[in-house]
């Protein structure tokens, strides 16, 4: 589904010195198509020599690439697994990438759980928001605060994840009311491909008026920059 994760992932691992095997669309191009599970695949695949497997998974499954992992571990198969985004839940490399971008502007109150966030977007279905506010509740943070859809909401496991970590969260409905709150803003787009089909079919004619409309509300618009507290610079980070 995403040509800048493969490459990506096929660039890094041939520049690390190993041999990338690609296997695109297995349902289609793989013993999986004849009813081979995900799991006998890569178990084949392990014990054929392969050291480690990035998986991309969409499907009925909540946690494919943990379930392999598990799989590995019980039954003591030397095979790292990378999980590069399932369905609209999890992305850990890409929450791994945003944070360490964080960590690279903000480096001590990044650590010590000084900052405040505000996430910006569909905050329902964007599974890089999902693990990315997993991966702040390990550092903690002042405030999170959340823009988005009146409709829209965490999962209830990203929930417990920041209560857990005792961080504070609220929801505003627009990135203007948001501008004075955060030191970092996590923009995402309006993820329609998690959306139930009717709804894709529905909304297919309006969609360029959808997309300006989700802009304005919930880009970073010119008004929201002249919003934001100072005058931004080249030095400022966000």
């Not at 089909?197 to 989700?214: A, H, I, S, T």
């Amino acid at each position: 589904e995403s040509t800048r994760t493969r490459e990506l992932f096929r660039v890094a691992g041939e520049r690390l010195g190993g041999i990338v095997h690609e296997v695109i669309d297995p349902q289609y191009s793989s013993s999986i198509r004849k009813g081979e599970t995900l799991e006998a695949t890569v178990r084949t695949l392990a014990l054929a020599g392969h050291d480690a497997f990035v998986i991309r998974y969409r499907g009925p499954k909540e946690k494919a690439a943990q379930d392999i992992a598990d799989m590995c571990e019980d039954e003591n198969i030397p095979a790292s697994i990378i999980c590069a985004g399932e369905n609209n839940t999890r992305h850990p490399v890409q929450a791994l990438c945003d944070l360490y971008t964080v960590f690279h502007f903000f480096r001590d109150r990044f650590l010590y759980g000084e900052l405040s966030y505000v996430i910006i977007g569909d905050i329902s279905n964007s599974r890089t928001i999902h693990d990315f506010l997993y991966g702040i509740a390990l550092f903690g943070a002042r405030h999170v605060v959340l823009v988005g859809k009146k409709q829209d909401n965490l999962p209830l496991w990203v929930e417990e994840r920041l209560r857990a970590s005792k961080i504070p969260f609220s929801k505003v409905p627009s990135t203007l009311h948001a501008a004075f709150m955060g030191d970092v803003f996590y923009f995402t787009r309006y993820q329609i491909e998690y959306r139930a089909l009717l709804q894709r079919v529905l909304m297919r004619p309006f969609q360029k008026r959808q997309k300006m409309r989700y802009a304005e509300q919930f880009g970073a618009s010119e008004d929201f920059r002249k919003a934001l507290p100072g005058k931004p610079d080249e030095e400022d980070p966000r």
